[in-house]
């Protein structure tokens, strides 16, 4: 994991101050600015890069795609509320220049009771890879299960979250999140009408009551199993209505664990070793149409990954992804829901904390489609203080 250490510093002294003084300091309001840059270059056997690659922000083509642009704007609005707005801008394969709102939300800061809320336009807290932005994965592109159970873009949406970080001699807190369930950003759910899940049409619907809306729910947990060994585990929910029709309802769940050792002697972090890994599995009630009845859809999908910091600034890893279950009818030829698997190898070289190279090799394996092999190399700079990332 990444720090910005000074930065990093600066906002947590100041909201560790925050929390220490009942009496509220005068109004005090900063804002950092910082811009990331993802670039990626390579090929693969299979030239249909966009059915091969299903995450928004994975490489597009074959050749050279800037991934992510991403600029932040984060600070303290007043000793109460911090803000943080991501702004995306991505170059499409045909050359047009998308621009993209990810998140803007502000989070309370003083709350009594270890209580935390965030409001606004936020990645949904499920499971580790859904928060996480492209520039701190450990891989070139997002593992195989989140596209298939949130899209591309990952589970976001306009929303409130309640956090209650619980009074226990471990780190333990607990998430519900309430959102929209409409949009593109939510294609297990609302998605956007026109489009097809499961072979279903999705129509449109308003919010009539709290029925309609996302509800997830998470707890997260830390244990420190020796001085250098921290394992995390955690478990999500997301629940609520799908496009198909009054009576479609969506249920995704999830579990997640961390596990990372760390050297005794330790120097600016390595060696170190971690392990990643995500399951989910999702029930998609479809509602009967005026041709198809209704019915139900399983699918499930995991990942693990392993990373091994082998020398300062030197980290090479493997990851094994697999998906599989209902596609919705052998006809449909839907590539988000076909049955398949990805093993890919990893190399990564950071000059510094504000840039890396990386080289990465996939296999894929589909059993409607062609295997691939496919190489990337992507590039990453940092300009400005960025704001930190979770452990």
Do not use: C
């Not at 593992?143 to 159970?149: F, G, K, L, T």
Request: proline share 5%; aromatic share 12%.
């Amino acid at each position: 994991m990444r720090s910005w250490t000074l930065p990093t510093a600066v906002f947590l002294s100041f909201g560790a101050g925050l929390a220490q003084d009942a009496t509220p300091p005068p109004a005090k309001n900063y804002l950092n600015l910082s811009l990331d840059g993802l670039l990626a270059v390579g090929g693969s056997t299979e030239p249909d890069i966009d059915g091969l690659q299903l995450g928004g922000h994975d490489p597009a083509q074959r050749g050279f795609t800037l991934q992510n642009l991403e600029v932040v704007f984060e600070g303290a609005v007043d000793p109460y509320f911090r803000g943080q707005a991501n702004v995306i801008l991505q170059i499409t394969p045909d050359g047009e220049t998308n621009v993209e709102l990810e998140e803007a939300f502000a989070t309370t800061s003083s709350l009594p009771a270890n209580l935390q809320v965030k409001a606004g336009q936020y990645l949904t807290e499920f499971g580790r890879i859904n928060t996480s932005h492209p520039h701190v994965w450990d891989f070139v592109d997002q593992p195989i299960v989140s596209a298939r159970m949130f899209g591309g873009d990952g589970l976001r949406s306009v929303g409130a979250r309640l956090s209650w970080l619980m009074p226990t001699p471990f780190y333990s807190e607990l998430f519900l999140a309430v959102q929209n369930a409409r949009g593109e950003t939510l294609t297990s759910f609302g998605a956007v009408e026109g489009d097809t899940a499961f072979g279903r049409p999705i129509v449109g619907s308003d919010v009539a009551g709290a029925g309609d809306l996302l509800v997830t729910p998470r707890w997260a947990g830390s244990f420190e199993l020796t001085d250098n060994q921290t394992l995390l585990v955690g478990a999500s929910s997301a629940s609520g209505p799908n496009g198909t029709g009054a009576d479609g309802k969506t249920r995704i769940d999830g579990v997640d664990a961390f596990w990372k050792w760390k050297s005794a002697t330790a120097q600016k972090g390595f060696p170190f070793v971690k392990v990643q890994a995500e399951g989910m599995w999702r029930t998609y009630d479809a509602a009967a149409t005026e041709t198809l009845p209704a019915e139900s859809f399983r699918d499930h999908g995991a990942y693990v990954q392993v990373l091994w910091g082998f020398k300062p600034g030197w980290v090479v890893g493997a990851r094994v992804d697999a998906a599989g279950g209902d596609d919705g009818g052998a006809a449909l030829e839907e590539p988000a829901l076909d049955e398949r698997s990805r093993y890919s190898l990893v190399a990564t070289w950071y000059p510094t904390e504000y840039s890396k190279l990386r080289l990465q090799y996939s296999r894929d394996d589909r059993s409607a489609y062609a295997d691939a092999h496919t190489v990337w190399a992507q590039f990453e700079f940092l300009l400005g203080a960025h704001a930190a990332h979770k452990f």
